[in-house]
C-alpha cells in the first residue's frame, strides 16, 4: 500500500473557521500517524479515521498551534468512551507528558500511562513500525524543535515541522516524493531565523531534489496562494498548497 498524507490543518497561529492549525495523518506500510496535533485537528482527524487506530503520534515541537490537540485526544481516550487497544505511542519533545499533566493540574504523569506511551525525541530519532520508519531531526527553531521523514518500501515523506533554514531540512528533503514545508513569512527580520520564507521552501526543496512540494503553515502576512506561487518560483517547478481535506497518495 503507498503512503498517503491527509492535510487536517494548516493554519498558523491560530486556527481560522474551516482551517485548524497544523495536523496531518500518515498512513501506509500497515500504520497510521498523527503528526502534530494543533487545535482543531483533533476533530478532523475523526473524519478521516477512528483515532482508536492511530499506531502513533508525532510531535514536532511544543507550542500550542502543533500540540495543543493531545489534550483533546486525553480527554477523548481517558474519558470519553473512546479505547484504544493499548496506550498510543507520542514521540514529543522531552517535556510533553509533564506539560499536559499540568493542564490536569497533576505534578506526576503516570496517570496518562493509560492513555499515552511517551517517547522523547533527539536528533537521529528513529522508529520503526511495521514497513514504516520515522526519522527526526533537529531543526532551527526559537525551542526544541524537529522535522521528520517517513519512509516505506520506497515512498518517503519530509515534513520541516517549524525551522528557519538549516542543513537539516536539506538532508531530510533529499529526494522526497513530498515535501511539506513550511512558509510562514513574509521576510526574515533580526538575526534569529525560526521560521521560513516561501523563498527558502523552495529553495530547500530544490537543492534536496524532492519530487512535490506542498507549502503549509503560511502565517498571517501571507496568502496561501501568494506563499505557494513565491515557493515554486524557487523550487523552479509547480509548488502546491496543503489544503484541509485533501488526501495525497504518493
Not at 477512528?50 to 498551534?65: F, G, K, M, N, Q
Not at 531531526?137 to 519512509?151: N, P
Amino acid at each position: 500500500m503507498p503512503l498517503s498524507l491527509t492535510i487536517l490543518g494548516t493554519a498558523s497561529p491560530y486556527p481560522r473557521p474551516g482551517r485548524p492549525c497544523s495536523g496531518y495523518l500518515l498512513r501506509g506500510g500497515g500504520t497510521e500517524i498523527w503528526i502534530d496535533a494543533g487545535p482543531g485537528t483533533f476533530a478532523e482527524l475523526q473524519r478521516h479515521t477512528d483515532p482508536e487506530r492511530l499506531t502513533a503520534i508525532w510531535i514536532s515541537h511544543l507550542h500550542a498551534d502543533h500540540s495543543a490537540d493531545l489534550l483533546a485526544a486525553a480527554y477523548a481516550f481517558a474519558y470519553g468512551g473512546m479505547v484504544p487497544p493499548v496506550p498510543i505511542r507520542v514521540y514529543a519533545p522531552t517535556d510533553c507528558a509533564r506539560r499536559l499533566a499540568g493542564f490536569f493540574g497533576r505534578p506526576d504523569i503516570r496517570f496518562l500511562s493509560g492513555v499515552f506511551d511517551f517517547r522523547p525525541l533527539y536528533d537521529g530519532h528513529t522508529v520503526r513500525h511495521w514497513n514504516l520508519r520515522l526519522t527526526s531531526r533537529a531543526v532551527a527553531h526559537d525551542t526544541e524543535a524537529y522535522g521528520l521523514r517517513a519512509e516505506s518500501q520506497g515512498s518517503v515523506l519530509a515534513y520541516s515541522g517549524d525551522s528557519g533554514p538549516c542543513d537539516a531540512l536539506a538532508e531530510l528533503a533529499s529526494g522526497a516524493d513530498l515535501f511539506l514545508c513550511e512558509a510562514d513569512i513574509d521576510r526574515h527580520g533580526g538575526s534569529e531565523q525560526a521560521h521560513l520564507t516561501p523563498e527558502d521552501a523552495g529553495d530547500i526543496a530544490r537543492k534536496a531534489g524532492v519530487r512535490e512540494l506542498f507549502v503549509t503553515h503560511v502565517g498571517p502576512t501571507l496568502t496561501r496562494e501568494a506563499a505557494t506561487s513565491r515557493a515554486a518560483a524557487a523550487f523552479g517547478h509547480p509548488a502546491r498548497t496543503a489544503r484541509e481535506g485533501e488526501t495525497i497518495p504518493f
